[in-house]
T-cell receptor, first 112, second 115 residues
Framework: GQQLNQSPQSMFIQEGEDVSMNCTSS?????WLWYKQDPGEGPVLLIA?????ELTSNGRLTAQFGITRKDSFLNISASIPSDVGIYFC????????????FGTGTRLTIIP | KAGVTQTPRYLIKTRGQQVTLSCSPI?????VSWYQQTPGQGLQFLFE???????NKGNFPGRFSGRQFSNSRSEMNVSTLELGDSALYLC??????????????FGSGTRLTVV
């Protein structure tokens, strides 16, 4: 099945560092979503982006909807231990079409 | 407001058996989507139901089916289970309002193990 290219695949950082990850697609999307998933749980929505060029923040998280509509970026500033987990991007093509195409995930680990 | 509820949380089945998973969406959400998550393939879309009708379908064999009831609760069924069907099955509900804020919320999933 289709998956979006997400990078990096994994990150090992120290507490307090900033984190950046991105997602690219060969096709355009009209909505980009960023999720975080903890072990044994379902993904939790972090940020939703609805317009090309849009920059949206949620606390220490900032995400951008790429101008080409084929990419998106997520930044986490001043990481804390609870940021550990797997982050997924997801694209939705059409309003009223609830099918999401997910990225391959970025596993974030914080080194003590 | 209660979240998306999936039951059961864990299931162990034998090859060749069938299984039914249940999803209760957030109250007021009319769209329910199902996803399969495996280490190899990641999160893959199975199908979406809206107002009791299947509106979208992913690339899964006919052994995977679903339905939605008038109260928006949904079930998915997998017949003739194969070892490769072992996965975390996730359900998500949403308010299909078009542009603007909408809730696309996942449940905690059902972990299916086929032995």
């Amino acid at each position: 099945g289709q998956q979006l290219n997400q990078s990096p695949q994994s990150m090992f950082i120290q507490e307090g560092e900033d984190v950046s990850m991105n997602c690219t697609s060969s096709s355009i999307f009209n909505t980009w979503l960023w999720y975080k998933q903890d072990p044994g749980e379902g993904p939790v929505l972090l940020i939703a982006l609805y317009k090309a060029g849009e920059l949206t923040s949620n606390g220490r998280l900032t995400a951008q909807f790429g101008i080409t509509r084929k990419d998106s970026f997520l930044n986490i500033s001043a990481s804390i231990p609870s940021d550990v987990g797997i982050y997924f991007c997801a694209g939705r093509y059409d309003f009223g079409n609830e099918k999401l195409t997910f990225g391959t995930g970025t596993r974030l680990t914080i080194i003590p | 407001k209660a979240g998306v509820t999936q039951t059961p949380r864990y299931l162990i089945k034998t090859r060749g058996q069938q299984v039914t998973l249940s999803c209760s969406p957030i109250s007021g959400h009319r769209s329910v989507s199902w996803y399969q998550q495996t280490p190899g393939q990641g999160l893959q879309f199975l199908f979406e139901y809206f107002s009791e009708t299947q509106r979208n379908k992913g690339n899964f064999p006919g052994r995977f089916s679903g339905r939605q009831f008038s109260n928006s609760r949904s079930e998915m069924n997998v017949s003739t289970l194969e070892l490769g069907d072992s996965a975390l099955y996730l359900c998500a509900s949403s308010q299909s309002l078009g542009r603007g804020n909408y809730g696309y919320t996942f449940g905690s999933g059902t972990r299916l193990t086929v032995v």
